[in-house]
């Protein structure tokens, strides 16, 4: 209802007042009856439309609170990813480094070996550089997958 509800009282009064000044109170009954049930209904509808409100309230914060707990969820994916890729590239070149030593040094060895006419230990030293190259490989992969 627009109007204020003692406008349309006032209104309905004067409708029920007869040009003599007697009232016609069956009338004047019967239109504040329909009056305030009016009324009713406007504040029932507005009743249906604050619940209705307050229910769409309640699914927005549940929708900000999962948006949130996502958000939360992908950062600390994101930092455990992080954390992963620094491990696997400080263990790879921490790796690396002796490994490389351990082939120089083979490779030196082979050679004294090959020189001094000791073709079996010049064998068994070959297959351990071919070993070490292949672990060093392996570890060049997965230096290359934390770079990715």
Same mark, same amino acid.
Request: glycine share 6%.
């Given at each position: 209802?627009?109007?204020?509800?003692?406008?349309?009282?006032?209104?309905?009064?004067?409708?029920?007042?007869?040009?003599?000044?007697?009232?016609?109170?069956?009338?004047?009954?019967?239109?504040?009856?329909?009056?305030?049930?009016?009324?009713?209904?406007?504040?029932?509808?507005?009743?249906? @439309?604050?619940? #209705?409100? $307050?229910?769409?309230?309640?699914?927005?914060?549940?929708?900000? *609170? %999962?948006?949130?707990? &996502?958000?939360?969820?992908?950062?600390?994916?994101?930092?455990?990813?992080?954390?992963?890729?620094?491990?696997?590239?400080?263990?790879?070149?921490?790796?690396?480094?002796?490994?490389?030593?351990?082939?120089?040094?083979?490779?030196?060895? @082979?050679?004294? #070996?090959? $020189?001094?006419?000791?073709?079996?230990?010049?064998?068994?030293? *070959? %297959?351990?550089?071919? &070993?070490?190259?292949?672990?060093?490989?392996?570890?060049?992969?997965?230096?290359?997958?934390?770079?990715?």
């Amino acid at each position: 209802m627009n109007r204020p509800v003692h406008r349309v009282l006032e209104r309905q009064l004067r409708k029920a007042t007869a040009p003599d000044g007697r009232i016609d109170l069956r009338a004047l009954l019967l239109a504040v009856h329909e009056t305030y049930g009016e009324h009713d209904r406007d504040l029932q509808r507005i009743d249906r @439309a604050n619940a #209705l409100m $307050a229910e769409e309230l309640e699914e927005m914060a549940s929708i900000r *609170e %999962r948006a949130s707990a &996502a958000e939360m969820a992908r950062q600390a994916a994101d930092a455990a990813s992080a954390a992963k890729t620094r491990f696997l590239a400080n263990m790879s070149h921490e790796l690396r480094t002796p490994l490389n030593a351990i082939i120089g040094y083979g490779e030196m060895l @082979a050679e004294e #070996l090959a $020189a001094g006419g000791q073709l079996l230990l010049q064998n068994d030293a *070959e %297959r351990m550089l071919t &070993a070490a190259r292949h672990l060093l490989q392996l570890i060049g992969g997965v230096l290359d997958l934390t770079k990715i």
